[in-house]
């Protein structure tokens, strides 16, 4: 895709997801399946353009729910960390994402899954430094907010999943029953 300026604040990305989906000429509602920080793509969207949603998939998904679950010094750590990216790819604003979402309203009533690792970061991966500091998330902390998106979605919160954060790659099966399951129960409304 055409390089954007880094960070971003998500209504980009929503943006961005309009003109996909309307480009595609795909008929809609649309069942989304986000992963991570699409997440917080899939919360605005759903709220911008309910219409257009059938049903979500979160699959291990960031959301608005991280201001709840963490002390303002966390959260501003964890905003930070994703202010810059090592990978020199994408890097997102994520307390601004949080508070677009929660202004855009509630989240339409769809059928809904959030699906959560039931293991951990791999912490060898990331920078010592971060991990040795005491404002970064637990998996405790994420798990939190796990259960509370579920709750205000109304959805499934599956949690035995075998998997860390990469879902898809650890247990795809998990995944593609989990979509299965949201378009068979969109279609029957």
């Known amino acids: 895709s055409t390089p954007v300026p880094q960070p971003h604040t998500v209504d980009k990305a929503v943006d961005d997801l ?35 949603i059938a049903g979500l998939v979160m699959v291990d998904a960031a959301s608005e ?7 303002p010094e966390k959260l501003a ?34 059928p809904a899954i959030v699906l959560s690792a039931d293991k951990w970061l791999r ?21 939190a907010a796990q259960d509370l998106l579920a709750s205000a979605l109304g959805g499934n919160h599956i949690t035995k999943t075998s998997s860390g954060h990469l879902m898809m790659i650890d247990s795809p099966t998990v995944v593609t029953d989990a979509i299965r399951q949201i378009v068979e129960r969109a279609r029957q409304r």
């Open 77 to 110: 750590f964890w905003d930070e960390g994703h202010r810059t990216t090592s990978e020199g790819r994408e890097a997102f604003l994520g307390i601004d994402a949080c508070g677009q979402i929660r202004a855009a309203g509630p989240a339409p009533k769809v």
């Open 123 to 143: 912490l060898d991966l990331l920078p010592p430094e971060i991990v040795g500091d005491p404002k970064f998330l637990t998996f405790a902390e994420w798990l």
């Open 18 to 52: 309009h003109a996909l989906l309307l480009a595609s000429k795909l008929p809609g509602p649309h069942v989304l399946v986000s992963h991570s920080y699409g997440g917080l793509i899939a919360a605005l969207y759903a709220r911008r353009y309910p219409e257009s």
């Open 65 to 71: 729910w991280m201001e709840d679950v963490l002390s």
